[in-house]
């Protein structure tokens, strides 16, 4: 079986769905391994900054050719770049004619955000800050 077959993309799959904040309960291993490649795609500083200069974006999509200009990196690696992060669902891309324009997955990221959102965070009602005591 290929590579390609075996990758899953992150904003269509049905596991997505199931993730529950990593101190909700424990992640089960298809889970950790979808996590982990999303993850790891994200841990190289490249992609990082490439996810980065996409999201904000004018328009909230950038186009290839205003990407390879930040780097002093050659066009065939920046397409590996992108490749990587279209794989693990982070970005889409859409040809239009020569160009191919890019943009954020925002449900990607806001799953990635709720996995790694602790439950307790969002259902804890924080206390007014104490009164000074005047006078005192």
């Known amino acids: 079986m290929s ?3 075996n990758r899953v993309d992150l904003a269509r799959t049905s596991i997505v769905g199931c993730w529950s904040p990593l101190v909700g309960e424990p992640l089960d291993e298809s889970q950790a391994v979808e996590l982990a490649r999303v993850f790891k795609a ?3 500083p490249v992609r990082l900054r490439l996810l980065s200069l ?3 974006h004018s328009g909230g999509e950038a186009c290839v050719c205003d990407l390879t200009d ?3 990196l050659t066009g065939p690696t920046i397409s590996h770049h992108l490749k990587v992060l279209r794989e693990a669902g982070l970005v ?3 040809r239009r004619g020569t160009w191919v324009y890019y943009r954020v997955l925002p449900e990607s ?3 990635l ?3 790694l959102t602790p439950a307790a965070v969002t259902e804890l009602s924080i206390p007014a ?3 000074a005591v005047v006078g005192a």
């Open 3 to 5: 590579k390609q077959a």
């Open 42 to 44: 994200m841990g190289d």
């Open 54 to 56: 996409i999201a904000s």
């Open 70 to 72: 930040v780097f002093e």
């Open 92 to 94: 889409t891309g859409e």
């Open 109 to 111: 990221l806001g799953r």
């Open 113 to 115: 955000s709720d996995v």
């Open 129 to 131: 800050p104490a009164q």
